[in-house]
């Protein structure tokens, strides 16, 4: 199977490459945005655009993110505010806002105590910590189907990653990164080849 995460790399062209590389430092940025617009810690944020972010596309989970947190600094009601994704994503975003009523010794731990899921906590890592992530690894229905080498809708059954596979693929990309590294002389980290190859596979599939 890492041969399929590593021949996907392979079929990168150079600006995806270039595009992969910087995806989480450029998402970290927009947050980092959002964070200074509303005067609010970037955990926050990132926080809230990760539990909003299943099944929304990138560009309106960066919008709904923004609208939540203005939402929340306005005193706006939060069940008002519309957003792209389940209700149960949303309510998880309103409990991430709750804490700056409550206050946090810990702020990055309960934030991943609320997201809960394990695509969404590496999604909040990856984003938050991308200066010093080593290891964790953002997988979800794109990345599964490049470690097993098929298309599938991510819609369908198919695309559900379990508690057991999210170990083993997201050890598949670590393991696939340190191959790559030695035969091309880079020093991508597994986050950036996952990153990398999401976005050449949506190329080659012609997903939107």
């Known amino acids: 199977m890492i041969e399929n995460i590593k021949g996907v790399y392979?079929?990168?062209?150079?600006?995806?490459?270039?595009?992969?590389?910087?995806?989480?430092?450029?998402?970290?940025?927009?947050?980092?945005a959002i964070?200074?617009?509303?005067?609010?810690?970037?955990?926050?944020?990132?926080?809230?655009?990760?539990?909003?972010?299943?099944n929304n596309k990138w560009e309106r989970n960066v919008?709904?993110?923004?609208?939540?947190?203005?939402a929340y600094k306005s005193d706006i009601p939060?069940?008002?505010?519309?957003?792209?994704?389940?209700?149960?994503?949303?309510?998880?975003?309103?409990?991430?806002?709750?804490?700056?009523?409550?206050?946090?010794?810990?702020?990055?731990?309960?934030?991943?105590?609320?997201l809960n899921?394990?695509?969404?906590?590496?999604?909040?890592?990856?984003?938050?910590?991308y200066e010093t992530n080593k290891t964790t690894v953002c997988?979800?229905?794109?990345?599964?189907?490049?470690?097993i080498g098929e298309k599938f809708a991510l819609s369908s059954n198919s695309s559900n990653v379990t508690n057991k596979q999210y170990r083993v693929i997201s050890q598949a990309y670590i393991d696939a990164t340190k191959e790559i590294n030695e035969s091309e002389g880079t020093s991508y980290l597994p986050y950036?080849?996952?990153?990398?190859?999401?976005v050449a596979w949506r190329r080659i599939h012609n997903i939107k």
């Open 78 to 114: 939060l069940d008002d505010v519309k957003v792209c994704t389940y209700n149960a994503n949303k309510q998880k975003a309103i409990k991430i806002l709750s804490i700056l009523d409550k206050g946090s010794m810990d702020l990055e731990n309960d934030i991943r105590d609320i």
């Open 192 to 198: 950036q080849i996952q990153a990398i190859t999401w």
């Open 10 to 32: 392979y079929l990168s062209k150079a600006y995806e490459k270039k595009h992969g590389e910087i995806w989480y430092k450029v998402a970290n940025k927009s947050c980092s």
């Open 139 to 147: 997988i979800d229905g794109h990345a599964k189907a490049i470690y």
């Open 117 to 129: 899921g394990n695509k969404v906590k590496a999604f909040f890592d990856c984003i938050y910590n």
């Open 35 to 54: 964070a200074k617009k509303v005067n609010m810690h970037s955990a926050i944020v990132v926080g809230v655009l990760s539990a909003l972010s299943p």
């Open 63 to 70: 919008i709904d993110a923004e609208n939540m947190c203005i």
